[in-house]
Every structure is written in structure tokens, then in C-alpha cells.
């Protein structure tokens, strides 16, 4: 199918549709796909959050076999809330009993190794009936995992493939919410994303959007706010005091809905930000702004998840559609 791009004459909005996706049997199958991704032998890889598998697609996009089933023991996915490629394998973090694991398996669901976060999780972030936790912003730089974990006193923490952190990235924003220790941290959680040119961005997951870019050695390049017409009632309503809600243990914490749904780099170090509103902003290296688009397949989409299968083939959930970009 063609690439169909229109232009909203007003407000310059790019209107993307979608060119291909996988087979309508394929999606049936899946609950509630929260990652799409295209693995190294062409096959796709895609984390059904609610069913707690990982399948794997054949190149056609026409069968799928479940490769990592239902369950708390290693080898296997529950609660699961991220999976991104590393190398010619895979890793999938989730949350069995309320602590976060990160397990790397090879691409037939053989699971290579894994290991344990301190601690119970804390839910940082609120999407609908979804709370997001720290494991949920996993990322792999080529050697390490990179996740938000504002317990360890930076924007990112670096891990090694054991588990052992050894170095945090950026320093907190002020929040105006320092005295209130939950609520600070949920403002300072978000998204860390590896830069294929070099270096890192954080995207500010909840609260005034904005995001960060620093260098290979952590140090800071420059910070830019969100900002678009398509934003301006969101930042304006913006709420100062949110509800609590008790956890498992009694525990309330705060619940905090996102400005900011997902983001990801193009490998022409281009970042991509999927807003809470149905529109996602492009930002060049320099960080400016450059494009405003909208996503259309069955309907308007908004991503929750995005891979760049190439400098021109975006792949997004939900729905597991492929864009030309």
C-alpha cells in the first residue's frame, strides 16, 4: 500500500496512515499488544500485556506462536510491562508479586539469564487501569540496561546484564512537590531512550512535558519543553494535587496520569513523543521542533509503543501497524 501523508491546512498537522501491519488472524489473537517490534531474521516479536506471553511472528505477519507463556517462574512473564531487542535476543520486564525482574531470552523463548530489583515496585505513573513502575522504561544501550529509577537519585540508572547498577544519569527538576517524596519522584520518572547517533534523551513521563539530552559521559546538552497548540489545555489544567489510592501493603500513593504516552529515537537521532492527546511531536537533534503528526489506521491510533524497524518503518502498538515515515 502507498504512503498516504496529508496536511491539515491550519495546523500543519501531518496525517499518517498506516501502510501494512500484521495479518488480521495474527491480531485477533492478541489481548492487549503493548510492544511491536521486528526482531534481526525478520520475525516479530510482540508482549501481549494482558494475556502475559511474548509471540513470535513469522516475517509475513501471518503466524504466531507463543514463545514465553503465562507465569511467575523464571522462563516465564507475569504482569509483564516492557520488551526491547538486545542483539540477536530479547528482554521482557515484569512484576511477579509486586517486584520488578528483568529476564533476557534468545528468540525461541529460551531464557538466557535474569535478575531481581530491590525492593517491592512502586507504581509511579497511572495509565487507565495500568500503574507503570521504573522496569516499565526498560532500555538496552549495546552492553547495558538503562531504566528510570529515581530511588537511586538520578533521572536514569545504568545496570550491568547481572543486575548491578553502577552509574545514575541527570539530576532531578524541581517539582515544587519536594516535600512529598511520592509525589516528586512520579515528576521525575520517565523515559530513558539510547540516541543510535549518540548519547541519551529523558522524556519527563508525567507533569510538565518536557525532556532532556545528554551526552555519552551523562552530561547535559540541553532541556526543552513540550509545548504545541494541541497541548495548551492539558498544560493549562494541569492538576497540583492528585489522589491517593492504598497499594497492597495499605501504602497510598499518589495517582498520576501521563502527559506523555511513549517516545523513541530514529535512527537519524530524530526523537518521536507520543502525547497523552492524540498527536505526537518530532524534534530534531538540536531538539526542535519539526514535525506534528497524527497516526490513522482502523481509526485515529495513539501510540503507546513505538519501533523504528528502519530510518523509514515505524512500528506501533496498539493495533500493530506499520507507518512509512
Same mark, same amino acid.
Given at each position: 500500500m502507498?504512503?498516504?501523508?496529508?496536511?491539515?491546512?491550519?495546523?500543519?498537522?501531518e496525517?499518517?496512515?498506516?501502510?501494512?501491519?500484521?495479518?488480521?488472524?495474527?491480531?485477533?489473537?492478541?489481548?492487549?499488544?503493548?510492544?511491536?517490534?521486528?526482531?534481526?531474521?525478520?520475525?516479530?516479536?510482540?508482549?501481549?500485556?494482558?494475556s502475559?506471553?511474548?509471540?513470535?511472528?513469522?516475517?509475513?505477519?501471518?503466524?504466531?506462536?507463543?514463545?514465553?507463556?503465562?507465569?511467575?517462574?523464571?522462563?516465564?512473564?507475569?504482569?509483564?510491562?516492557?520488551?526491547? @531487542?538486545?542483539?540477536? #535476543?530479547?528482554?521482557? $520486564? !515484569? %512484576?511477579?508479586?509486586?517486584? /520488578? =525482574?528483568?529476564?533476557?531470552?534468545?528468540?525461541?523463548?529460551?531464557?538466557?539469564?535474569?535478575?531481581?530489583?530491590?525492593?517491592?515496585a512502586?507504581?509511579?505513573i497511572?495509565?487507565g487501569?495500568l500503574?507503570?513502575?521504573?522496569?516499565?522504561?526498560?532500555?538496552?544501550?549495546?552492553?547495558?540496561i538503562l531504566?528510570?529509577?529515581?530511588?537511586?537519585?538520578?533521572?536514569?540508572t545504568?545496570?550491568?546484564?547481572?543486575?548491578?547498577p553502577?552509574?545514575?544519569?541527570?539530576?532531578?527538576?524541581?517539582?515544587?512537590h519536594?516535600?512529598?517524596?511520592?509525589?516528586?519522584?512520579?515528576?521525575?520518572?520517565g523515559?530513558?531512550l539510547?540516541?543510535?547517533?549518540?548519547?541519551?534523551?529523558?522524556?519527563?513521563?508525567?507533569? @510538565?512535558?518536557?525532556? #532532556?539530552?545528554?551526552? $555519552? !559521559? %551523562?552530561?547535559?546538552?540541553? /532541556? =526543552?519543553?513540550i509545548?504545541?497548540?494541541?497541548?495548551?489545555?492539558?498544560?493549562?489544567?494541569?492538576?497540583t494535587?492528585w489522589?491517593?489510592?492504598p497499594d497492597e501493603?495499605?501504602?497510598?500513593?499518589?495517582?498520576?496520569?501521563?502527559?506523555?504516552?511513549?517516545a523513541?529515537?530514529?535512527p537519524?537521532?530524530d526523537?518521536?513523543?507520543?502525547l497523552?492527546?492524540?498527536y505526537t511531536?518530532?524534534?530534531d537533534?538540536?531538539?526542535?521542533?519539526?514535525?506534528?503528526?497524527?497516526?490513522?489506521?482502523a481509526?485515529?491510533?495513539?501510540?503507546?509503543s513505538?519501533?523504528?524497524?528502519?530510518?523509514?518503518?515505524?512500528?506501533?502498538?496498539?493495533?500493530?501497524?506499520i507507518f512509512t515515515?
Amino acid at each position: 500500500m502507498a504512503l498516504a501523508v496529508l496536511f491539515g491546512e491550519a495546523s500543519g498537522v501531518e496525517i499518517l496512515r498506516s501502510t501494512g501491519g500484521l495479518a488480521a488472524e495474527v491480531v485477533g489473537l492478541l489481548r492487549e499488544p503493548t510492544a511491536f517490534q521486528r526482531a534481526p531474521d525478520n520475525s516479530y516479536l510482540v508482549l501481549d500485556g494482558r494475556s502475559h506471553v511474548v509471540y513470535r511472528v513469522s516475517r509475513s505477519g501471518t503466524d504466531a506462536t507463543k514463545i514465553v507463556q503465562i507465569g511467575p517462574e523464571s522462563g516465564r512473564v507475569i504482569g509483564p510491562s516492557a520488551l526491547v @531487542l538486545a542483539g540477536n #535476543r530479547f528482554m521482557v $520486564a !515484569d %512484576g511477579p508479586d509486586r517486584r /520488578e =525482574r528483568v529476564q533476557l531470552f534468545d528468540l525461541d523463548g529460551t531464557r538466557v539469564s535474569g535478575f531481581w530489583l530491590p525492593g517491592r515496585a512502586t507504581p509511579r505513573i497511572t495509565v487507565g487501569a495500568l500503574t507503570l513502575s521504573g522496569v516499565s522504561s526498560l532500555q538496552w544501550t549495546g552492553r547495558s540496561i538503562l531504566m528510570s529509577q529515581p530511588e537511586f537519585g538520578g533521572l536514569m540508572t545504568e545496570f550491568t546484564v547481572g543486575g548491578q547498577p553502577y552509574r545514575t544519569i541527570g539530576v532531578f527538576r524541581t517539582t515544587g512537590h519536594e516535600t512529598d517524596r511520592d509525589v516528586h519522584l512520579a515528576l521525575n520518572s520517565g523515559l530513558p531512550l539510547v540516541d543510535p547517533t549518540g548519547g541519551y534523551y529523558f522524556v519527563f513521563q508525567a507533569g @510538565l512535558p518536557m525532556f #532532556r539530552k545528554y551526552d $555519552a !559521559d %551523562g552530561r547535559l546538552l540541553f /532541556e =526543552r519543553h513540550i509545548e504545541g497548540p494541541e497541548l495548551d489545555a492539558t498544560i493549562q489544567t494541569m492538576p497540583t494535587t492528585w489522589p491517593r489510592q492504598p497499594d497492597e501493603t495499605g501504602r497510598e500513593l499518589p495517582l498520576i496520569p501521563p502527559t506523555v504516552r511513549a517516545a523513541a529515537v530514529a535512527p537519524n537521532g530524530d526523537l518521536w513523543v507520543s502525547l497523552r492527546v492524540p498527536y505526537t511531536y518530532v524534534y530534531d537533534p538540536n531538539g526542535e521542533k519539526v514535525r506534528t503528526v497524527q497516526f490513522q489506521a482502523a481509526g485515529t491510533v495513539s501510540p503507546d509503543s513505538f519501533f523504528f524497524e528502519s530510518r523509514n518503518r515505524l512500528l506501533v502498538t496498539p493495533g500493530c501497524y506499520i507507518f512509512t515515515v
